[in-house]
């Protein structure tokens, strides 16, 4: 009873090319930020969220659940924070961003580790995302949207200083930095 990656890549192809759809956005994202062209951002922005809910309505509707899926949309969260991380890192704290990144690699890990500890000992152990995970991303999300798009606009319209954008960014990736504990918490537990 071996994994088959092909078979299970195969089975979620709609929902793993949504994620992929979503990762492709990033560098337009950030390149129509560079360019000050922040509607371009906004949808890209828009794409790239809306892509991260598709893939797992499309996964549950047409049934396209897969161990692949489970693990790259995730990791697809994953490289969406740490590039907005890095691009905007002039303007987050390192004691936000550091426990972002760490607790980011540290979930990563440990499903890496379940896919290959369960491949050793013939378990299937669950990679999927858990509730905690779906809303620090979403609050993440919320955060990279005030940083790159939000702010901006009501910036330019003078309802808002940049510092106001920037501190409203923080306290949501702060407030996310608690979802993050409750999820690495659960994979912990799911784990031992």
Known sequence: MGFDFVKDLKKGWLPNTL?????LCIPWIIYSHVIQKIAICGF???????MDYLDGK????????????????????KIFTISMLIYCWVDIPAFISVPVIAIGVALTSLRIYKVNYGKKKDVEYSIMAAM???????VEKI???????ISPVLVSHGLITEATGILMANIFLSISLVFAGFSLAHQLKTTL
């Open 132 to 138: 905690a995970d779906k809303l620090k991303t979403n």
């Open 58 to 77: 499309a996964s549950r509707v047409y049934g396209q659940t897969s161990q692949t899926g489970a693990f790259f949309d995730p990791l697809a969260d």
């Open 19 to 23: 994620t992929l759809i979503g990762v």
């Open 44 to 50: 890209f922005f828009a794409i790239a969220w809306i």
């Open 143 to 149: 955060a990279f949207a005030i940083l790159l798009v």
